[in-house]
Every structure is written in structure tokens, then in C-alpha cells.
């Protein structure tokens, strides 16, 4: 079946860059999507890529996907402390259209 | 204001007892689905319902059931039979199955087990 793998844990500074990694393994993949969750929430939709994409880029956020290492990041510029939260990669399973989630990458910002 | 709604946001539950979070959306989408979270893991698959009266089991029913009877409405039963319920349950709902289609999630029920 689909897997996505994450890093569990980035710890930056305030004004900082983040990425946030993602692999996953359903080359049939068409959209990648990037959730937030803060604590004791539901997620939040950030940003999502086509397949036929390499870099999609929404304000702050960078998209990049490498297709041919399934290869999913994340960049988030000049991160604040409202950035602190679990951010999760998902794909779209082609069979049952449930997303298929990672374990989520704990952002931690520093003042 | 359209949305995902989950009740209660926090569940007690005694061992041995069912009961039922409850998932209800105004956003006229076809499909809806539940995932469980534990602490350090990703959401993984409960169940999930293309259309109303039907349904699939995801990866993890065991000791859940689920109904479809209303295109609004995707309650969620944890029975006795599941062993380990402690968990935050989400429900969420996309337009229907097309790959390309957002999921919205509602903001989870907290259900422990005393």
C-alpha cells in the first residue's frame, strides 16, 4: 500500500527558513497536499501540488516535488512563532480517494 | 458559514460502554471520512463513505462502525470490541472523488477511555 514518511521533529529561528521533508511511494500520485495542525485542532489545508508540477510557490511557501525521487518539500520563509505546529504530508490514494498521511514533522520556533 | 462539525470536542468513555462521535457538514459534499491520531503518528483510516448508504472499511475498522443514512451526517461508533480507543478522532468531507478534491476537516473529538 501507499506510504509517506516525514522527519518527526525541525527546530528553527524566528526569521529563519524552513523545510520540511516528505517521501512518498505511489508513483500514481496526481495531487501532494501540505496540512497544519496546531494543538488540539483539525487540520488545515496550506498548499497542494499537481504531479505534473516541480515548485509551486503560495506567499511564504514553497512547493517542491521531485517526481522521480518522490520527493516532497516544504519551505516556509522567514517562519514565525505562529508557524509552531505539526505539519503533515498527504497524498490521494488513486483507489479509495482517502489521503494517505505521513506522521507529521513538529515545527518548533524560536524566538 | 459552511463547514465541518464535530460533537463533543472531549469523550469520556467506560470500558465495555459504546459510543458515538458524531460528524455532520453543510458543505453538500458526497464524501466524508474518519481518521484516528495518536500521539507521534500520522491519521490513519477508520472508514470512509463515497455516497450516502455506502460505505468502506480503511485500514484500521476494527471494533469502529459507521452509518451513511443523510449526504450531511457520518456518525461514528466506537464499539467494545475496539481495545484501544483512546485517541483523537477527525472527520473530514471533500467534494467527491476526483483526486484533485480538497478535503476540509472538522476540529476532532478527544475520546479517553476511564
Known amino acids: 500500500g501507499e506510504d509517506v514518511e516525514q522527519s518527526l521533529f525541525l527546530s528553527v529561528r524566528e526569521g529563519d527558513s524552513s523545510v520540511i521533508n516528505c517521501t512518498y511511494t505511489?508513483?500514481?500520485?496526481?495531487?501532494l497536499y501540505w496540512y497544519k495542525q496546531e494543538p488540539g485542532a483539525g487540520l488545515q489545508l496550506l498548499t497542494y501540488?499537481?504531479?505534473?508540477?516541480d515548485m509551486k510557490q503560495d506567499q511564504r511557501l514553497t512547493v517542491l516535488l521531485n517526481k522521480k525521487d518522490k520527493h516532497l518539500s516544504l519551505r516556509i520563509a522567514d517562519t514565525q512563532t505562529g508557524d509552531s505546529a505539526i505539519y503533515f504530508c498527504?497524498?490521494?490514494?488513486?483507489?479509495?480517494?482517502?489521503?494517505?498521511f505521513g506522521s507529521g514533522t513538529r515545527l518548533q520556533v524560536q524566538p | 458559514d459552511g463547514g465541518i462539525t464535530q460533537s463533543p470536542k472531549y469523550l469520556f468513555r467506560k470500558e465495555g460502554q459504546n459510543v458515538t462521535l458524531s460528524c455532520e457538514q453543510n458543505?453538500?459534499?458526497?464524501?466524508m471520512y474518519w481518521y484516528r491520531q495518536d500521539p507521534g503518528q500520522g491519521l490513519r483510516l477508520i472508514y470512509y463513505?463515497?455516497?450516502?448508504?455506502?460505505?468502506q472499511k480503511g485500514d484500521i475498522a476494527e471494533g469502529y462502525s459507521v452509518s451513511r443514512e443523510k449526504k450531511e451526517s457520518f456518525p461514528l461508533t466506537v464499539t467494545s470490541a475496539q481495545k484501544n480507543p483512546t485517541a483523537f478522532y477527525l472527520c473530514?468531507?471533500?467534494?467527491?472523488?476526483?483526486?484533485?478534491?480538497?478535503?476540509?476537516f472538522g476540529q476532532g473529538t478527544r475520546l479517553t477511555v476511564v
Open positions: 473530514a468531507s471533500s467534494m467527491g472523488q476526483a483526486v484533485d478534491t480538497e478535503a476540509f
Open positions: 505511489d508513483s500514481s500520485s496526481t495531487y
Open positions: 501540488i499537481f504531479s505534473n508540477m
Open positions: 498527504a497524498e490521494r490514494d488513486t483507489g479509495r480517494r482517502a489521503l494517505t
Open positions: 458543505l453538500n459534499h458526497d464524501a
Open positions: 463513505s463515497q455516497i450516502v448508504n455506502d460505505f
